[in-house]
């Protein structure tokens, strides 16, 4: 395996005391260690030279990327250090003993290389390659996938790194932790090549994983809060990742499972998309042969600028047995009815559990009616849509909608038939609406408020602070306008409805 020159120094420090000079190269491409020859006077491009300084020609030609292992300080050296990379030590040790630790270096991680290929040609597990790998990096290492669940992960025995473990496909990263990150930056999920998170404590080496398609699969991760991670290792990081990505592309199941085939035919069935025979079996066995709600989540700012998968495998972790997963630009969940205490208990509890999250994340969701067959989650789903859409002409501001405050709203926009509010009134209605506009005295809030309180003339006098005599006079001058009779139930009813629109379309003009 060809190396980098920082990760030779970072080795050979831990036995010799060494510095180095020069601008290392960071690409793995240096060659096995050789001896420097006496009166050569070409260094190679990616080669590495062991040599003490007296040996040393004057003005050599140096190609690019030499790394030279010097014993012994000369001030020849100072065009060494300006022509190559120099690993210099400075007191005399024995040459073929620091030769000697070279090639152990290089068969470290000629070792692991070959015990990463070995391992690809027998179609190995994610926790195999981390295994395999611990001994490189020395530190706490696990995989994530696209929902920031665990995949394989490997502890040293020290009990001073973070608990980290070998998890259920279940578990997630921390959301307190990831919520503290998201504070500090956007994830960068398309990234290409190693990068730091820092968290409050915790120091993160991260390597993304993507299919052959670019569609981002994953995340390896190093943890190096113990040890700060050394130069070069995010190279090796690198190479661990590639390897991995190749596992995958021959075994795309280790990055799936039961749980997101059951999201798919989902998301079919929601689509209205036709279903397989398998994933019509999926949805009849599945452990959601229950009652459950449907719950729709907003983002109150732009979804790239969040990574929805982390927020779906949150919510999945904050109520048991539920599933979330992305629907257009919303996302989607449902969740067990067995999970809360009571049926009228839905809103609250619900509220307790994720508000603070729904606030930290600029969210907020819409939550359905109870339903039982999965079928018709698509019905339910626009509950829940539509538990947002009145919410926010309604109530602005707040983070959690439930359907059943805004229903009687939602059916009365929905009752019209196409036709426009204007098609169903009366010609006395329009005499109302013409009265209004030219006198300071409101007819139409007259009449609501008289409906409202059943038609009691002392409740709605009340209401409108006015005296009982002026509510009946005004009452007797509206219905003569209407021409109804406001004894009739079906009359009262579609008065009710038009005022009841007309409202809506006010609070909608105002928004």
């Known amino acids: 395996m060809e190396l980098n020159a920082y990760i030779l120094f970072e080795h050979l420090k831990r036995k010799y005391p060494v510095e180095m000079y020069g601008k290392p190269d960071s690409k793995m491409s240096l060659k096995n260690p050789e001896f420097y020859i006496d009166h050569t006077l070409r260094f190679h491009a990616d080669h590495v030279y062991l040599a ?73 597990t994610i926790q195999d390659l981390l295994q395999c790998s611990y001994h490189v990096f020395e530190c706490p290492l696990y995989v994530l996938n696209s929902d920031f669940q665990y995949i394989a992960s490997v502890l040293p025995p020290d009990t001073k790194y973070k608990n980290i473990h070998w998890a259920t496909s279940k578990e997630i990263l921390d959301s307190q932790d990831f919520l503290t990150f998201l504070k500090q930056q956007e994830l960068r999920m398309d ?161 307790n559990v994720i508000t603070s999250m729904l606030e930290e994340m600029q969210l907020c969701v819409g939550v359905s009616n109870v339903f039982p067959d999965l079928y018709m989650l698509r019905t339910y789903y626009f509950q829940a849509e539509a538990a947002i859409d009145n919410g926010q002409i309604y109530d602005p501001g707040q983070t959690l909608y439930i359907f059943s405050d805004y229903a009687l709203s939602e059916m009365v926009m929905n009752s019209f038939g196409g036709f426009p509010i204007e098609a169903y009134f009366a010609s006395g209605f329009r005499k109302l609406l013409k009265h209004d506009q ?39 001058r509206i219905e003569q306008m209407l021409s109804v009779n406001l004894k009739d139930p079906d009359e009262r009813l579609l008065l009710r409805i038009i005022l009841k629109a007309l409202s809506i379309e006010a609070k909608m003009k105002n928004q």
Not at 274 to 282: A, I, N, T
């Open 191 to 351: 990234t290409h090549g190693s990068f730091s998170m820092e968290f409050e404590d915790i120091n993160v080496l991260c390597v993304n994983l993507f299919d052959s398609g670019e569609n981002y699969i994953g995340c390896l991760c190093m943890d190096r809060s113990a040890h700060p991670c050394i130069n070069g290792e995010e190279k090796l990081a690198e190479h661990l990742a590639r390897i991995i990505e190749k596992t995958t592309e021959s075994s795309p199941l280790l990055f799936n499972n039961e749980f997101n085939s059951l999201k798919k035919t989902l998301q079919n069935t929601l689509n209205e998309l036709p279903l397989s025979p398998s994933q019509r079996l999926l949805l009849k066995f599945s452990r959601y042969t229950e009652n459950y709600i449907c719950v729709s989540v907003h983002c109150l700012k732009r979804f790239s600028a969040l990574p929805v998968s982390y927020i779906c495998s949150v919510m999945e972790s904050l109520f048991a047995d539920s599933i979330f997963f992305e629907q257009n630009d919303t996302i989607l969940g449902l969740i067990p009815v067995r999970y809360f205490s009571e049926e009228s208990l839905i809103s609250l509890e619900i509220a």
């Open 52 to 124: 003490t300084v007296e040996h040393l020609p004057q003005r050599p030609i140096i190609e690019k990327n030499v790394v030279l292992v010097c014993i012994g300080e000369h001030s020849r050296l100072s065009y060494y250090k300006e022509h190559s990379t120099v690993i210099l030590l400075r007191k005399k040790v024995d040459f073929f003993e620091v030769y000697k630790s070279l090639q152990d270096i290089y068969a470290r991680f000629y070792k692991w290389e070959s015990k990463l290929l070995e391992l690809l040609m027998n179609s190995p």
């Open 438 to 476: 030219e006198s300071d005295v409101s007819y139409l809030e007259t009449l609501s408020a008289f409906l409202e309180e059943n038609m009691s003339y002392a409740k709605a006098a009340q209401r409108l602070f006015i005296h009982r005599s002026t509510l009946i006079e005004r009452m007797t």
